[in-house]
């Protein structure tokens, strides 16, 4: 028994069809069932589930296409972030390297604080602390 007779049989309509025409209900001449309703109700049938499937085949592309393109747009996003990421490393990295050298810059100034000529000039103690606070509180920009 096909598909198509089980679905029949499930309908309401089924009980009145079968006591109509008894077990000749689904007779066939080749693919045509001879009852005429029970062929017109299977045509019908047919093209549903044929236009159903289509509808499903095109949903599911465009399912697909739908995830597809979020999940680059998500790839995307996460390319971006880290290139910003990328950009805020390479920043804060110019920073420690400034701040390393003036660090450097008091270790070598501290060794020889007399008459030592640094970035800042030849300073007095006060001098150079206040222009080296100055200095980092710019980010080494004048």
């Known amino acids: 028994m096909g598909e198509f007779e089980k679905w029949f049989k499930d309908q309401d309509f089924y009980t009145n069809m079968r006591f109509i025409h008894g077990d000749k209900l689904f007779d066939k001449d080749g693919d045509v069932y001879r009852v005429l309703p029970v062929q017109m109700t299977y045509q019908g049938w047919s093209s549903q589930r044929q236009r159903s499937k289509d509808e499903f085949v095109k949903l599911t592309q465009e399912w697909h296409t739908k995830g597809w393109n979020a999940r680059q ?24 390297d400034e701040l390393e050298g003036a660090l450097n810059e008091v270790k070598e100034w501290k060794s020889h604080p007399v008459g030592h000529e640094t970035s800042f000039g030849s300073w007095g103690v006060r001098d150079f602390y206040r222009g080296l606070a100055e200095k980092a509180l710019r980010g080494g920009h004048d």
């Open 73 to 96: 747009g998500g790839i995307d996003d996460l390319k971006a972030q880290l290139n910003n990421m990328e950009a805020c490393y390479i920043e804060r990295k110019k920073r420690v």
